[in-house]
């Protein structure tokens, strides 16, 4: 049995832009996915998972189409679930040489899902990182990212930037532009996270971005403009100016609202975090809902979000240095 686990992120700076080849900042934050994984003796999968936003379920199947859960929830929420599941014991079987591996897996997580902080990038690296050790291959964190990437491709319909894979893969903070991925330096990021307790649509939200430049020049342009942000937040990050850095966050963020991919709750916790005294806040991850990201080293962001309508859950979460790493074998 091994037991891995992998940090979501938060963006600092640059999503939606990325899709359109300009560069993006993910910071990878103390908050896990953990996937068990235990070899079968037949070629089964039987899924447990926890936390994922839902009532923990559990599923036994050899392929989706029989997947049969025993507890009554969204059916798309599941195969959701278990579309990534799926695509990372495919990437194991096929690092291991083992088309045929069955396996019991458990799937706890602390990440909202499809909130805007890499669950499923999470869920998938720390899968794949799970099955390949269970099955004696030991793979680098470039290896687990790029088998993670090719698995998000595949439940995606291949519509998937490497950023939320490689950040959670890697730890610590990421620049992404188009294949070219890296770590960065970063001063220690005092990230508070409101979330208002619902999942935006990612594809539906990408697709509303990509008719908005196509239709429109200034939307292409403000595109361009977030770019300019990210290039020029990477030299603010590496001089360690915090306030700066907030300053950029809120600019993304009107540039985001712009292409109207924010909401109004969005709206409410990025206002309620900045009149709390935050250096900066901005919603993360794809919007419609979800979550926002805002830096403030005291605790005054965290108390006023929870007082704030609309906003359901607020905490602090560090930046994680840490990628995915191995809990139990
Ligand atoms: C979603 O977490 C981030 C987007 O930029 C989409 C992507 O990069 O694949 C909106």
């Not at 194991?92 to 805007?116: C, Q, Y």
């Not at 319909?157 to 890296?182: I, Q």
């Not at 307790?197 to 939200?205: I, K, M, R």
């Amino acid at each position: 049995m091994v037991v891995s686990s992998a940090p979501g992120k938060v963006y600092l700076f640059g999503e939606h832009a990325v899709v359109y080849g300009e560069p993006a900042v993910p910071c990878a934050i103390e908050r896990r996915a953990r996937v068990t994984v235990e070899e079968r003796d037949d070629d089964r999968l039987r899924v447990h998972a926890e936390d994922l936003s839902l009532d923990g379920f559990t599923v036994e199947y050899s392929d989706e189409a029989n997947a049969t859960p025993d507890v009554d929830v969204s059916e798309s929420l599941i195969q959701a679930g278990i579309g990534y599941i799926d695509a990372a014991v495919e990437q194991a079987r096929d690092a291991a040489d083992a088309p045929n591996a069955g396996f019991d897996i458990t799937v706890e997580s602390d990440i909202p899902l499809g909130a805007g902080l890499g669950s499923s990038a999470a869920v998938t690296v720390a899968g794949i990182d799970a099955g390949t050790r269970e099955l004696g291959v030991e793979l680098s964190a470039e290896e687990v990212a790029e088998r993670a990437y090719q698995a998000e491709l595949d439940v995606q319909d291949g519509e998937a930037s490497r950023a939320d894979t490689f950040c959670s893969a890697t730890g610590g903070a990421v620049r992404v532009e188009g294949d070219d991925c890296r770590a960065i330096e970063a001063p220690d990021l005092p990230f508070v996270i409101g979330f208002d307790g619902s999942a935006g649509d990612t594809g539906e939200l990408v697709a509303g971005v990509r008719s908005l430049r196509e239709e429109y020049d200034f939307a292409a342009e403000t595109v361009r403009n977030i770019g300019d942000i990210v290039r020029y937040g990477e030299q603010v990050l590496a001089e360690g100016d915090v306030e700066e850095l907030g300053k950029l966050m809120n600019f993304n963020h009107g540039l985001l609202e712009a292409l109207g991919v924010s909401s109004r709750s969005l709206d409410q916790m990025v206002w309620a975090a900045r009149d709390a005294g935050a250096l900066g806040a901005k919603l993360t991850g794809a919007g419609g809902g979800g979550c926002i990201v805002a830096l403030d080293p005291t605790e005054a962001t965290e108390t006023g979000l929870k007082f704030t309508p609309g906003c359901e859950d607020a905490f602090r979460a560090e930046l994680d240095t840490d990628g995915v790493r191995v809990e139990e074998s």
